[in-house]
């Protein structure tokens, strides 16, 4: 299993907005695609900063939904949300235990 983990930084205050619109706009996408398995997203308030980490069968199907034209059209909301780029790394699952 692969994980792509995305960190953001969001402008003071805008965690809760960009946890709506990732459970209304993208999660679903997501769930669309071949090799989906789940999501977290854990978050700092106090710093602004969220990290979603999302789970896929490989790292193929984590890059061919990064390449689906629905998502892409939804990521393009979340910029303005955001104080910085955000930052995206393909990691492998090594322990599927909390």
Excluded at 47 to 61: G, L, S
Aim: charged letters at 20%.
């Amino acid at each position: 299993m692969y994980a792509r983990v995305t960190t953001v930084q969001t402008q003071p205050g805008k965690i809760d907005e960009a946890f709506a619109l990732w459970n209304e706009s993208l999660l679903p996408r997501y769930k669309q695609h071949r090799g989906f398995k789940g999501a977290h997203i854990v978050a700092n308030r106090d710093a602004n900063k969220a990290i979603v980490i999302a789970y896929w069968d490989a790292p193929t199907d984590a890059q061919a939904a990064s390449a689906d034209a629905d998502i892409r059209a939804a990521l393009a909301a979340f910029p303005p949300l955001f104080s910085a780029p955000a930052v995206t790394e393909d990691y492998e699952v090594l322990d599927n235990e909390p």
